[in-house]
Nanobody, 121 residues
């Protein structure tokens, strides 16, 4: 399985973006998927994750109430809807996948390339 993130761009503070993480391969439904982000000079940090069924989701406190993670297994795609964006949300966003629960750790088996989100004030 390979992951490809897309949907980043430039948006004003208060605006919205939806990121997509498209997976190739027929076993995508057995993978938990997470979004991480990394700003220049900072460590990569956990943003949100979703279980294989979509029934369980987890969020970092910094995005709770503003971001929503979801998945469409028929389309092999996980989404990250980002609302009420703030300048501090500016980062490269990465999707990651694993068959086992990894939580907020960086030890996911699969990683997509980053998609850049820039929020202007």
């Amino acid at each position: 399985v390979q992951l490809q993130a897309s949907g980043g761009g430039l948006v004003q503070a208060g605006g919205s973006l939806r990121l997509s993480c498209a997976a190739s391969g027929r076993t995508f439904t057995s993978y938990l998927v997470a979004w991480f982000r990394q700003s220049p000079g900072k460590e990569r940090e956990f943003v949100a994750s979703i279980s294989w069924s979509g029934g369980s989701t987890y969020y970092a406190d910094s995005v709770k109430g503003r971001f929503t993670i979801s998945r469409d297994n028929a389309k092999n795609t996980v989404y990250l809807q980002m609302n009420s964006l703030k300048p501090e949300d500016t980062a490269a966003y990465y999707c990651a996948g694993d068959k086992n629960y990894r939580g907020s750790r960086l030890s996911y088996e699969l990683w997509g390339q980053g998609t850049l989100v820039t929020v202007s004030s």
